[in-house]
């Protein structure tokens, strides 16, 4: 279910031991709470963060969507009267692939924007599959989050609540219970996660067995 930045305020006023929501400081809990699930979403490739786009390629160069999150992999697909993929390769080695050999890499636009660069020249559009940023959570509650455990994101919350009511203040324990049910949402996230099929050769298209 869809979780609002309400709902995470709630779970770290209980945390903290209070019974309501203080106004005064949901502002700086909302930050902590936008931090860890910025961290969260960036500790895995979830599942229900990842989407499709279409992406029309000029001159060999696709900019890719607002959203997309660079810390983690993506994957790229185009048909030519079958699917054929292009693999991602690093943008170091860019300079070892020619025109068909199905490569596409990524590299930065200013430092916050990214595009998909291929020197495939029969390439004008790709099915780009990508893990989104985490949403940034609104007051309001129309911007929200599939992300599983609330109590999950209000114990990281709750570290970052008690460093700025001392900075000195030991979190160690507060840490090691973060870091653990982080790890369970992970375990549990993996449990009915579909098998990867097996690549086997390449064929004549360029698309392999088991691909997407």
Do not use: C
């Not at 995470?8 to 700086?28: D, H, M, Q, R």
């Not at 860890?36 to 029309?56: C, I, K, M, Q």
């Not at 660079?70 to 991602?88: C, I, M, P």
């Amino acid at each position: 279910m869809a979780k609002t930045q309400t709902d995470f305020l709630i779970s770290l006023a209980y945390l903290l031991g209070e019974k309501t929501v203080n106004a005064t400081t949901t502002a700086p809990r909302a930050d902590f709470i936008q931090s860890v699930l910025e961290d969260a979403y960036g500790a895995y490739p979830w599942r229900f963060a990842r989407v499709n786009a279409t992406l029309s390629i000029s001159n060999g160069i696709a900019t890719l969507p607002t959203d997309y999150d660079d810390n983690h992999g993506s994957y790229a697909k185009f048909n030519n009267g079958s699917d054929v993929r292009l693999d991602q390769i690093d943008s170091d080695d860019s300079g070892q692939v020619n025109d068909g050999d199905r490569a596409q890499w990524i590299e930065t636009i200013n430092g916050d924007r990214f595009q998909l660069i291929t020197k495939d020249s029969d390439v004008t559009g790709v099915l780009f599959r990508y893990q989104k940023q985490a949403p940034v959570l609104n007051s309001a509650g129309s911007i929200t989050t599939p992300y599983p455990n609330k109590k999950t994101i209000a114990l990281g919350a709750r570290t970052l609540v008690k460093l700025g009511q001392n900075p000195d203040a030991d979190i160690s324990q507060d840490d090691a219970q973060f870091d653990k049910a982080l790890t369970q949402d992970i375990a549990r996230h993996q449990v009915p996660a579909p098998r990867t099929r097996r690549r086997t050769a390449q064929s004549q298209t360029g698309r392999a067995t088991g691909d997407e």
